[in-house]
């Protein structure tokens, strides 16, 4: 609570204040009227069997027949009345002249107070104001041998008397009251107390205001913010998560299970972990997200994690044309280092004298390029991926290498997107090219792509060691690799295509004892019309 502002925590202190008071209050009212209503019940109980008890005293029968039945009634009744702890014992004829009371000079005055009941036989009690105030009293008839209506005995016991044995028992209430008050403000202290912690002591407005803030900014930043509970289940997914992940805007993924939603099987994976991970990439089927994962928490038990995803597509595609033009642009500085120094050979030969070898020597190296261009270029139609086997092929020579195009290569230009093909082709030979380098001599890879009704063929042979059968199901996984260091993530792009279009893929050992890699992308066949 701040000088100006309540805090909820205040607030709701304050609200349970008023509320238990109001009920203990309640309550207490509610108890001494139960004890009021009860001691008048127990009143009337009291007295009507005093009364009783005297109407049929044989020795209040005889005096009522004697002609001053006051001289002995009137001790009788005292003692009665002294022995009950009642307010009055009144002995009276049917015609109300009083035989006793507690005031003597009230005997022979006329009694106050309803008695027609009795007259008639029947007991009853009644709350009437007398000579001694008001009173709970009962009135009793008292019956001679022949069970006719001698005269009537009231005894009573007053209002005040009753309230004042209340008010002696009152101590017991209100320490029952104040205990429960003391109790109820204890546990709403607590719980205002905890709910200032939880809450840092904000007001509504403030909390308002912060989750307006909140909101708008987590639906607004460029990352996708995915917040796991520690149960497991999504708690929240900006808009920019959903566009990452696929996931429609309204798609009800909230409060469920991340098992349970539509999450690319590596995420899964990666929430499920509940480690925490930095930079992690991830690939769906067509982005390349990079992933972060933290647990939450203010220094007590964890709250959950917090998901971050960045989309790096671009990003890979353009690093990924960048290894391409820098893999070509050294094959092409070497290459022209080795054609500068063939170059001089020709030309010392020349001056030796020597043309006829110049003239040999010049002709078989422009006859091995133009044979390599003349069979890519004739078997492959689609420019871009001519273009990157002709890369290729310069890269492989470089690095020793012998990579070739099988001449019953044959694809057209259109059959599948350009992207997707140089994904293809372009990571399976680099990694034949990273399998065979560090092999012995010789060191081969065998390019073939093919194009048949409803599929493309892509297949990829190398000389290296081979990859081993059990390896076989994580090689399309992200982040495996062959290389004692690093994370792989050729053929894991090379899955995302496959994903993307339905393919399918084969490994099988090569005839050379390396690796056979299949992919097989199937395309949509024209209908004659």
């Known amino acids: 609570m701040t000088g100006r502002k309540w805090s ?15 009920l203990v209050a309640a309550a207490t009212l509610g108890v001494a009227l139960v004890a009021r209503a009860d001691a008048r019940d127990a009143a009337r109980q009291e007295v009507l069997a005093v009364a009783e008890t005297v109407a049929r005293s044989p020795q209040v029968v005889a005096a009522l027949a004697t002609p001053r039945p006051a001289a002995t009634l009137q001790p009788y009744a005292e003692s009665i009345r002294v022995a009950t702890r009642t307010d009055f014992v009144v002995v009276m004829a049917p015609d109300r002249t009083r035989y006793s009371h507690a005031d003597p000079a009230q005997i022979g005055r006329p009694f106050i107070g309803e008695i027609g009941p009795a007259l008639a036989g029947q007991p009853f009690t009644v709350v009437n104001t007398g000579t001694l105030g008001e009173s709970v009293r009962a009135v009793v008839p008292v019956r001679d041998t022949d069970g006719q209506v001698v005269g009537l005995v009231s005894v009573g016991i007053t209002t005040e008397a009753i309230n004042r044995e209340l008010i002696r028992k009152s101590p017991i209430l209100l320490v029952a009251t104040a205990a429960a008050l003391a109790l109820a403000g204890a546990g709403s202290w607590l719980l205002s107390r905890r709910l200032r912690r939880q809450t840092h002591g904000l007001g509504p407005a403030q909390m308002t205001r912060m989750y307006e803030y909140y909101d708008a900014v987590l ?86 994690t917090v998901l971050t995803l960045r989309d790096h597509t671009d990003l890979r595609a353009l690093t990924s044309e960048l290894d391409s033009v820098r893999g070509l642009t050294e094959a092409l500085r070497s290459q022209a280092h080795e054609a500068a120094n063939r170059l001089h050979t020709v030309l010392t030969l020349v001056e030796l004298g020597r043309t006829e070898e110049a003239v040999r020597l010049a002709t078989e190296e422009l006859a091995l390029a133009q044979q390599l261009t003349d069979r890519v270029v004739g078997a492959i139609t689609e420019p871009a991926l001519a273009a990157l086997l002709l890369g290729k092929s310069a890269q492989a020579a470089e690095r020793g290498v012998e990579l070739t195009v099988d001449p019953a290569s044959r694809l057209d230009v259109g059959t599948l997107p350009a992207g997707d093909l140089l994904t293809v082709v372009g990571n399976l030979v680099d990694n034949a090219l990273e399998a065979v380098a560090a092999g012995e001599p010789p060191r081969r890879v065998r390019v073939y792509v093919a194009e048949s009704p409803g599929e493309v063929l892509v297949e990829v042979t190398d000389s290296g060691s081979g990859l081993p059968a059990e390896r076989v199901a994580d090689a399309f996984r992200r982040g495996w690799s062959t290389k004692s260091s690093g994370r792989g993530l050729g053929l894991a792009l090379v899955g995302q295509v496959l994903a993307r279009h339905d393919g399918r893929h084969e490994v099988a050992a090569g005839p050379d004892g390396g690796t056979v890699f299949r992919v097989r992308l199937p395309v949509p066949v024209e209908q004659p019309t």
């Open 8 to 22: 909820i925590a205040g607030q709701l202190f304050a609200l349970q204040v008023v509320v238990v008071t109001l």
């Open 219 to 304: 639906h607004s930043v460029g990352e996708g913010l995915v917040v796991i509970g520690p149960d497991r289940r999504i708690g929240l997914v900006n808009d920019e998560g959903r566009r990452l992940l696929g996931l429609p805007l309204d798609a009800p993924v909230v409060d469920r299970p991340v098992t349970d939603v539509d999450l690319p099987p590596a995420l899964t994976e990666l929430i499920m972990s509940g480690q925490a991970a930095r930079d992690e990439l991830i690939l769906t089927a067509d982005r390349a997200l990079v992933a972060n994962l933290r647990p939450t928490g203010t220094g007590g038990p964890s709250l959950g």
